[in-house]
């Protein structure tokens, strides 16, 4: 009963005052202020002796700012924010980027050196998501010098007008929606959309800085063009990334601190996380620490994990494919990738949701993730295909929705599949059986599952069925794959036996090489790649050592009757009954001339380059037709056959 006399007497001894519930509020930020001016000057020097005018410090609530005293790097992106602020008096902007960052730390830097420009500036966290009516309740009194108590945008706007503010909200994602487009607002909190709107876009002389993971609807609609709203795109700081793992203690080489920063794309809180688990597991050592290629602990699996239990299935989706691709990759490519097939304009707007989400990189039209983002989304992946797999009657959505690996991409790409996704899989599962006998009885219950739901339903799971079952080396005898749809299934190198494939429908996947009917061969200089053409226009180029298909040239359109390596195997000549011969980069694959032959029809055609690799010779018809190869010119031709010429050589 006498807890709260008890409790105002504390506080009115503690504060100086007489305090009550009345003037409590008063009385705290009397106190504030008279701590804050004993202080500052001895121990938070940033907050005056940065500022553009020393002179006169502004009004100042701090609230929540974080400590920046250890701060490095980011001297362009302060530039750029202050140009906006001081010189272009920008009336909105936000600071947009993923968790850990280091937004918050570039808002407080900029703050705390251009406080000196405003009358008053007020820092608060919307981490708690206040509503509307809260926080303009908390600023209103404070930029009016408590003349004005009204929370209301109204009288917000009014003293923006009056009076040169600077006001800062850090953690504006925390008022988004999840599970729906990026800039989103949760419901009950669009009102702050009509905040952004009205600062934004009302003439006035102070500024609303925002930090948040996603980028709100209004700044993406008003910023360009010369407008007063804008945003910037934070990514990882090289200058922070390397201050960090050093003022950890970690030891290693400067190229072991790049590629352990590399790593995690620079991201400060990410680099802090890891550099503490380096210190207590590895000793501080980075190059033991790499040497066991692992990027994710737990607290940076949290921070991801945070971010994309926000996204709609749509975006999970590209996500999904991004990480599966591993690579730079285009809109159509992931429009064939998703199944069900989703219209383009779906397509596209999730990828601008991911782009404001700054989950996803891009470039010239093609998209990709970070190696952080990436590695965790693999993981994602991993654990659920392998999860459906091994726990009888769960549904399938994952081995239906996503492809192990591709048969469609580089072979390079296909090789890191097999190695981080494919083979992740398998080892899970080889933790839940105990012999690769129960692992094949699972995954011929797996196949019924398979066939007893829409068996031509385009989806991946028997192409990853045939996969897993083919890299583990398993006895596919017996295994019934008639009737379904089977995509993105690898079979190089298989034989399919006894396997029932009767009326299964195969799209995108590959085979052992079946080639049609070959022409000409010829083996390269050095004797370690065989070049095959075919009479359906197609030349193979294959590694001597390991039988392996390393290139497939394609472009000529009719029969191709010869093929010839130059002397240094630098360039492989094609002629072909379609009048034309072909001069290919092995290296590349690509072909980088083609020499029109002077003949209506060519019926038979021989190539021979000449000792030095300058001059080559073709049998066109009755005639030998000499090209100089660097500047593709006919520069003789010689006459005398009566008959089609069938073999030419230089001596």
């Known amino acids: 009963r006498d807890v709260g006399p008890k409790f105002w007497k504390i506080l009115s001894l503690a504060l100086g005052e007489s305090v009550s519930k009345k003037n409590f509020h008063a009385a705290l930020e009397r106190k504030w202020q008279q701590e804050k001016e004993v202080l500052q000057p001895r121990n938070n020097p940033e907050f005056n002796s940065n500022s553009t005018n020393n002179s006169s410090l502004p009004r100042s609530d701090w609230g929540e700012i974080i400590d920046v005293s250890f701060f490095h790097g980011r001297s362009s992106e ?12 920008s009336r909105l902007l936000a600071i947009l980027g993923m968790g850990g960052v280091g937004k918050t730390a570039l808002a407080a830097k900029v703050a705390q050196q251009i406080q000196g420009d405003f009358e008053a500036v007020i820092w608060r966290s919307l981490r708690n998501a206040p509503p509307l009516e809260t926080l303009l309740g908390d600023l209103v009194p404070f930029l009016s010098d408590r003349q004005d108590n009204r929370g209301e945008l109204q009288r917000l706007l009014y003293w923006l007008r009056a009076k040169r503010c600077l006001l800062i909200l850090d953690n504006a994602e925390t008022i988004l929606q999840s599970q729906d487009y990026a800039g989103q607002y949760l419901p009950g909190y669009e009102n702050y959309g009509d905040l952004f709107r009205a600062v934004g876009e009302t003439v006035h002389q102070s500024c609303l800085l925002l930090t948040s993971r996603e980028k709100p609807a209004e700044i993406a609609i008003l910023e360009g063009g ?9 990514v990882g700081s090289p200058e922070a990334a390397i201050a960090i793992i050093r003022a950890k203690g970690l030891s290693g080489s400067p190229s072991e601190e790049q590629e352990l920063c590399q790593r995690y794309s620079y991201n400060p809180l990410a680099l802090k996380i890891v550099a503490t688990s380096i210190q207590d597991l590895f000793g501080g050592a980075i190059a033991d620490f790499l040497a066991e290629d692992t990027i994710l602990f737990y607290n940076v699996r949290r921070l991801l994990e945070q971010q994309f239990n926000r996204l709609f299935p749509l975006e999970k989706s590209i996500m999904y494919w991004l990480a599966i691709n591993r690579e730079w990759t285009t809109i159509s490519e992931l429009a064939e990738d998703i199944t069900p097939k989703v219209r383009k304009l779906d397509l596209l707007e999730a990828l601008e949701s991911l782009i404001r989400r700054s989950l996803i990189e891009k470039q010239g039209g093609k998209y990709t993730q970070q190696p952080v983002v990436m590695e965790y989304v693999s993981d994602r992946l991993i654990e659920r295909i392998a999860q459906e797999i091994a726990h009888e009657n769960v549904p399938l959505n994952f081995l239906h929705s996503y492809a192990l690996i591709k048969t469609t991409v580089k072979d390079y790409i296909r090789e890191s599949q097999f190695r981080l996704i494919l083979e992740p ?25 398979i066939k007893a739901q829409n068996p031509l339903a385009s989806g991946y799971a028997a192409g990853n069925l045939i996969n897993l079952g083919c890299y583990l080396k398993l006895d596919l005898k017996g295994f019934d794959f008639s009737h379904l749809s089977i995509r993105q299934a690898y079979l190089q190198g298989v034989s399919l036996q006894k396997v029932n494939l009767q009326n299964a429908e195969f799209s995108r996947s590959l085979f052992t090489q079946n080639l049609g009917s070959v022409l000409a061969v010829a083996f390269s200089p050095d004797g370690t790649r065989l070049a095959i053409a075919d009479n359906e226009g197609i030349i193979y180029v294959w590694q001597v050592a390991n039988s392996e298909l390393e290139l497939t040239l394609e472009g000529h359109t009719d029969w191709i009757w010869s093929v010839a390596w130059s002397p240094d195997g630098n360039i492989l000549a094609s002629g072909s009954q379609d009048q034309t011969v072909r001069l290919w980069h092995p290296a590349t694959g690509k072909c980088h001339k083609i020499i029109k032959l002077d003949t209506d029809w060519l019926f038979w055609a021989s190539i021979a380059w000449s000792p030095d690799g300058k001059t080559s010779a073709f049998s066109v018809q009755e005639t030998i037709q000499l090209w100089e190869i660097e500047t593709a010119t006919c520069v003789q031709i010689l006459k005398g056959h009566e008959q089609h010429i069938a073999s030419i050589a230089w001596q």
Do not use: C, M
């Open 425 to 449: 899989v398998i080892t899970k599962l080889s933790y839940a059986f105990a012999s690769q006998d129960a692992l094949t009885l699972q995954l011929k219950k797996v196949l019924q599952q």
């Open 226 to 234: 010369g407008s007063p709203v804008g945003s910037l795109k934070l």
């Open 78 to 89: 302060i530039a750029r924010v202050e140009q906006w602020i001081q010189a272009e008096n």
